[in-house]
């Protein structure tokens, strides 16, 4: 059975899913955000304005300047050796991703990132380790709370690929950066079609996964909690 909308809200003609949205993903050397280096990363935009056209897809590859560990080769098929003779120097692609996606939350794009804490995360502390600037993460659209948020009682893993199965979007070559960005907007977009209490201008449903998110958090640490873990800790902040 389906979960009913946990919220009420009228949709809006003005919705962030009709607008410019840009999908962002990257492909990393751990799964830690504070050690990661990016290996592979992508911007990739669709804009209702033209429904013809095809997204645009801006894509980086990256010496990371470290070995890449086999664990994350295994993930996204990248390997120390043809990031060393492929990719750009990381200074150099760090400084361009940053520009790029500054440019776009400058504009006010609805910026869509699959678990956005992991993705952002990562790229400050890159900013940070270039001397680079990081922009104020705003407006983001994050399909991993929303689901959580108006599916909340749905049963099984909410991966991308999970759900890209739940909302029937088709995602080629997973775990490579520009195909999981556009998958990435491509489920957003089924969710806001599907619960149309999600159709609202961007910056509005970004202040709400703020308490989502937070809510979800604590949910989850309560229950680790209850199961023994005394100790358990979730971290509760959106999108950083």
Known sequence: ?????????????????????????????????????IVSAALVAL???????????????????IPIPEETVAIHGIS?????????????????????????????SAVVVMNAPYDLGVLRAEAARYGLQ????????????????VDKYRRGKRRLGDLCGVYGVLLNEAHSAAPDALATVQVADCLAEKFPEL???????????VGWRAEQAADFQAYLQRQGKTDAFIDGSWPL
Request: hydrophobic share 35%; net charge negative.
């Open 47 to 65: 804009d209702d304005d033209d429904d013809n056209a095809s997204p645009v897809v801006r894509e980086w590859l990256v010496d990371p300047g």
């Open 134 to 149: 990081f922009p104020e993460p705003r407006p983001v659209i994050d399909p991993l709370v929303v689901d959580k948020q």
């Open 80 to 108: 120390t050796e043809y990031a060393r003779e492929h990719g750009q120097d990381p200074a150099v692609a760090i400084e361009q991703l940053v520009i790029a996606l500054t440019e776009e939350f400058d504009a006010g």
């Open 199 to 209: 159709q609202m201008p961007a910056g509005q449903l970004h202040d709400l996964q």
């Open 1 to 37: 059975m389906e979960s009913e909308a946990l919220f009420e809200i009228q949709p809006s003609a003005d919705s962030w899913h009709r607008r410019r949205r840009v999908g962002f993903d990257l492909e990393t050397t751990s799964r830690f955000p504070a050690e990661a280096r």
